[in-house]
């Protein structure tokens, strides 16, 4: 079967940086996505990785090694706005989505 | 400011009730869908659609309905409502390219009694 697996939670302290790991086992690979989801709010998109290695976007990146079936999603500088659930999901051979549970991160002053 | 509103935001039924969740976006986009979400769980896909007259069942469909009749409205039918069902429902619109992101509605939070 197809598997996405993140943490459920984790903490960290504001100003700090923290690496949300996201493992899967899926049938094919079409790219990885990694989605913010504030509690009661929609998710928004934050990054697309395809292709292995680090791509930054401000304050967030994200890394991606196909060959061990690994993502992680790094954020620097933690503001108390970043406390969220942080939702993995990757597109598969047939270009379907699977997602991952999400990790809740809470940010501590 | 939302590009893809869903309604109602939050609604209560009873066991056996028929309901429409509404789900409209202005962005053009030929690709939506609908997902299940429940805390500290996946998204499961219900349905989606390529573009107007086009559906197709996801993982979850078998006690629900949708129509693409217009681009920007894709409706979500569940004939018969049942405990089962009380959930968070995800709209979510996007691009036709297959790594397009998706854009998701705000949700409607279902409960049924």
């Known amino acids: 079967g197809q598997n996405i697996d993140q943490p459920t939670e984790m903490t960290a302290t504001e100003g700090a940086i923290v690496q949300i790991n996201c493992t899967y086992q899926?049938?094919?690979?079409?790219?990885l996505f990694w989605y913010q989801q504030h509690a009661g709010e929609a998710p928004t998109f934050l990054s697309y990785?395809?292709l292995d290695g680090l791509e930054e976007k401000g304050r967030f990146s994200s890394f991606l090694s196909r060959s061990k079936g690994y993502s992680y999603l790094l954020l620097k500088e933690l503001q108390m706005k970043d406390s969220a659930s942080y939702l993995c999901?990757?597109?598969?051979?047939?270009?379907?989505?699977?997602w991952g549970a999400g990790t809740k991160l809470i940010i501590k002053p | 400011e939302a590009d893809i509103y869903q309604t109602p935001r939050y609604l209560v039924i009873g066991t056996g009730k028929k309901i429409t969740l509404e789900c409209s976006q202005t962005m053009g986009h030929d690709k939506m869908y609908w997902y299940q979400q429940d805390p500290g769980m996946e998204l499961h896909l219900i349905h989606y659609?390529?573009?107007?007259?086009?559906?197709e069942k996801g993982d979850l469909s078998s006690e629900s309905t949708v129509s693409r009749i217009r681009t920007e409205h894709f409706p979500l039918t569940l004939e018969s409502a049942r405990p089962s069902h009380t959930s968070q429902y995800l709209c979510?619109?996007?691009?036709?390219?297959?790594?397009?992101?998706?854009?998701f509605g705000n949700g409607t939070r279902l409960t049924v009694t």
């Open positions: 990785n395809v």
């Open positions: 899926t049938s094919g690979f079409n790219g």
């Open positions: 979510a619109s996007s691009e036709y390219g297959d790594n397009s992101p998706l854009h």
């Open positions: 659609s390529y573009g107007v007259n086009s559906t």
């Open positions: 999901a990757v597109l598969d051979s047939n270009y379907q989505l699977i």
